[in-house]
């Protein structure tokens, strides 16, 4: 990592506006016509064609969906940076009246997926006119993944598609509609969650309820194991860890004088600390066990994994940092909290040190006029400030000539 320039010295010109503008249209483009994951075709094929024209040569994930792209210098060698972006969208309806709504029913690019994708393309373009002028100071990878919104996430699959071989660290930038456009929220350590699902089938004899006695009161050891069971891992889990239990859904029963035989509890884990994220599933099942046996239920526990929290590497972090100090002023980097929000970007850094940095979306205040409520990341009405995007594309391609 470089020394810290002065934003006169930076590696590369401010975008420009024709770049710029070609940008700002493709994320339209992509807005307008959302895939779920793993059916990102259109997606893919976009992003292939854009990287053909600049001479570039991506490789398209077995499956149709997804990609990675190596920028070289002629002759170049080396450990790659790769730059990660998600491209899916997510299953609801896109509320907002724009000339780029989403014209597919019932889909929308609700989480800045689209502008994700943009920024790591435009990072790409330029970065491979930096290599043509023999200014890339390292080899960089580009990986479009797949299907981040899906559990436990198309990170894994593109994993195992090799796409991690031959790099040395990755970086990703995430939007982040509490941060003003033009400045860049970062984070050492966990700035994610852990995200995993638990599904809970409780069983026994049911019966009439004037004989609660004679059978198993389901319902009652449902809600027991719904309100005990967060409290006893609140006690058995260091609180620094973030360990949280929330249950989305409880069924069970028919009528109102019948005891039911079955009930089914759904809900998920979220967790900060890694270590204890790893010992969740034995945790969840005692706890549960625990809490059915005292009503004399029999219960059945799914524990599916999701992801790990994304814990960001020092390092990594402290060059997103510099590539912004570099590119804007120091005073545009803050430290962001941490979310409970769940990223398959997490699987990474399962395998390479890497950072994620909050890429801030949300139109800056105008002196003297009343500041607009901030759209939220997957509500049908979120959007974001376009400017972002060229902010974005200086700090990447930046960050990867400082590494």
Not at 114 to 124: E, I, M, P, R, S
Not at 145 to 166: F, K, N
Not at 267 to 294: F, K, N, S, Y
Request: with cysteine; net charge negative.
């Amino acid at each position: 990592m470089s020394d810290l320039l002065s934003p006169e010295s930076a590696p590369i010109p401010p975008l420009d506006d024709r770049l710029r503008a070609e940008l700002i249209a493709f994320r339209r483009d992509l807005h307008m016509h959302p895939e779920l994951g793993n059916q990102e075709v259109r997606t893919t094929a976009a992003v292939a064609a854009r990287l053909t024209r600049a001479g570039l040569a991506p490789r398209v994930l077995d499956g149709g969906t997804g990609l990675i792209c190596d920028v070289r210098a002629p002759g170049q060698d080396g450990p790659l940076l790769a730059l990660r972006a998600d491209l899916d969208a997510l299953p609801i309806p896109d509320t907002k009246t724009v000339p780029w709504r989403s014209t597919v029913p019932d889909r929308a690019h609700a989480c800045g997926h689209d502008v994700h994708t943009t920024v790591v393309l435009g990072a790409g373009l330029v970065l491979a006119e930096a290599a043509a002028a023999g200014r890339l100071t390292r080899p960089v990878r580009l990986l479009f993944q797949p299907a981040e919104e899906v559990l436990p996430g198309g990170a894994q699959d593109a994993i195992e598609a090799g796409v991690l071989d031959g790099v040395e660290r990755i970086l990703a930038l995430h939007c982040d509609p509490k941060v003003d456009a033009g400045r860049l929220g970062v984070r050492v350590g966990a700035i994610t969650s852990a995200c995993d699902r638990i599904e809970v089938t409780l069983a026994g004899p049911g019966g009439h309820t004037a004989r609660p006695h004679l059978t198993t009161d389901l319902v009652t050891a449902a809600a027991k194991v719904a309100t005990e069971v967060p409290a006893l891992l609140a006690r058995r889990v260091d609180t620094r860890a973030g360990m949280a239990v929330t249950w989305g859904r409880l069924t069970t029963g028919h009528a109102p004088n019948v005891i039911p035989q079955t009930a089914h509890l759904s809900g998920t884990m979220r967790c900060l600390d890694l270590a204890a994220w790893r010992a969740a599933p034995d945790l969840v099942h005692a706890a549960v066990d625990e809490v059915a046996a005292l009503y004399r239920a029999k219960s059945e526990i799914q524990y599916i994994r999701g992801v790990p929290p994304v814990v960001n590497d020092a390092a990594s972090t402290a060059l997103l940092a510099e590539a912004m100090t570099v590119r804007f002023g120091a005073e545009t980097v803050e430290e962001t909290e941490q979310s409970l929000g769940g990223e398959d970007f997490s699987w990474y850094l399962e395998h390479v040190p890497g950072a994620m940095a909050r890429l801030g979306v949300r139109p800056p205040a105008v002196p003297g006029l009343p500041r607009p409520a901030a759209k939220d990341i997957h509500q049908g009405d979120f959007d974001v400030d376009e400017d972002a995007i060229a902010v974005g594309v200086d700090l990447l391609a930046t960050a990867a000539l400082l590494g």
